[in-house]
Each structure stands twice: as structure tokens, then as C-alpha cells.
């Protein structure tokens, strides 16, 4: 799949689950529950132990069929590894043009993570994709995201921190492209708890969320 194929199929869903796990095994376990709920995107965080080869064995299991990201990538060694092992787009939780220039050699999409409107330009005119503006609660959420579009309608943001089920159409309607969403969606307590329908039923309140904020 080519780089504007990958950003489509982001701003599409608009959604992005942050997977963060205390174990390869859980993770899988909030992956499949993500995508029963009908979402075929998600970030794997390099928080999660041994990442890289959960990444491998979601592209091994569903292929095609998700869009999986490597999350909380620091570094251009990183980023190159995750690629190597299947993941499809790069999310950062900085702006680092090393890993930024890493991702355009793979002809991979790229989501740095920025705040002020210096760092959304230095960004853009990097030649990112997308940006993260995080965390995106503490200076203002939704607001903060309209605030930022006046100057730049043309970059497209994912806001990450701060995004909930009562959040969510209010970061959309603000000229978000799509959500990063952690711990609201990806509950491992719930998983934990073999509860995983809760990230099931979590995953397509989301998604109907998004979809009626975009109609409306």
C-alpha cells in the first residue's frame, strides 16, 4: 500500500487505538478485541515488551486487513525496525527530523508529535503527512486544535491526550483528521479482566462517534 493510500485509510476511519501493554500476549488480545469493533487501524507503542515482534505477528495474523502503526518511536533505528517488521506509519511523541527523513527513505508515513505552532510548521515543511499535536488535553483539547487550524488548514491533525467518548465529536468538529486514542478505548484493565467486549463495544461507539460529528 503506497504512502497516500496508508493517510486515506487513516483519515477515513479517523480513529488511531494507542495500544500500550504490560505484555505481548495482552496486546494481541486488545488488537483483536479493537478490531471486532470494527476499527482496522491501531499504533502498537514501543512501550509494550518486545513490540517489534508484536507488530510482526499483527501483520502475519491479519495482513491487509489492518493498518498497524509503531508508537512512541524515538529514534531512526527505531522507526527502521518497526518498518522492517510490518508496521505501515511511524507516530512519534516529538518532532525528530532524523526519524522524519528515515520514514520519507521508506516512503512511510509519519506522524511526529508537536505542540506549538513552530514545531506544526517545522513539521510540515519537513514534508510530514500528519502531525500528533500532544498532549493535546493539557493546553486546551478541542479548541486548541480550531485554534491551530486558522493558521494551517492544510495540515492534518491527530489531537492525542484528552480524547474520550465525550471529547471525541468536539476534537472532529474542530477540523481534527482523526483521533489518537489511549486508554478510554484501549482498557487493559477490562481485557485483563476478560472483559475484552468492553474494547469491542468501546471500539464502535468510537467509530460512530466520528462518523455522526463528520454528517452533522
Not at 483483536?32 to 487501524?41: R, T
Not at 518532532?95 to 510548521?121: D, F, K, Q
Request: charged content about 20%; proline content about 5%.
Amino acid at each position: 500500500m503506497d504512502k497516500a493510500e496508508i493517510v486515506r485509510q487513516i483519515e477515513t476511519l479517523g480513529l488511531v487505538p494507542v495500544v500500550r501493554a504490560s505484555s505481548a500476549d495482552e496486546a494481541m488480545q486488545a488488537i483483536d478485541a479493537i478490531k471486532a469493533g470494527g476499527v482496522n487501524v491501531l499504533e502498537i507503542t514501543m512501550t509494550v515488551p518486545g513490540a517489534v515482534r508484536v507488530i510482526e505477528k499483527v501483520a502475519d495474523k491479519y495482513g491487509a486487513d489492518v493498518l498497524v502503526g509503531a508508537g512512541t518511536v524515538l529514534d531512526p533505528e527505531t522507526a527502521r525496525a518497526c518498518l522492517l517488521a510490518g508496521a505501515q506509519f511511524i507516530v512519534s511523541p516529538a518532532l525528530n527530523l532524523a526519524t522524519i527523513e528515515l520514514c520519507h527513505r521508506y516512503s512511510a508515513p509519519i506522524a511526529p508529535g508537536v505542540l506549538t505552532p513552530t514545531e506544526v510548521i517545522t513539521a510540515w515543511s519537513a514534508g510530514v503527512d500528519l502531525v500528533k499535536v500532544f498532549p493535546c488535553g493539557s493546553v486546551g483539547g478541542a479548541s486548541y486544535v480550531k485554534n491551530l487550524k486558522g493558521p494551517f488548514p492544510q495540515v492534518k491533525i491527530i489531537p492525542t491526550g484528552g480524547v474520550s467518548l465525550t471529547t471525541a465529536a468536539d476534537f472532529i468538529k474542530a477540523g481534527a483528521s482523526a483521533l489518537g486514542v489511549g486508554t478510554d478505548l484501549v482498557d487493559v484493565k477490562a481485557i485483563r479482566e476478560g472483559n475484552a467486549h468492553i474494547v469491542t463495544e468501546r471500539a464502535r461507539q468510537f467509530v460512530e462517534i466520528v462518523r455522526q460529528a463528520r454528517s452533522a
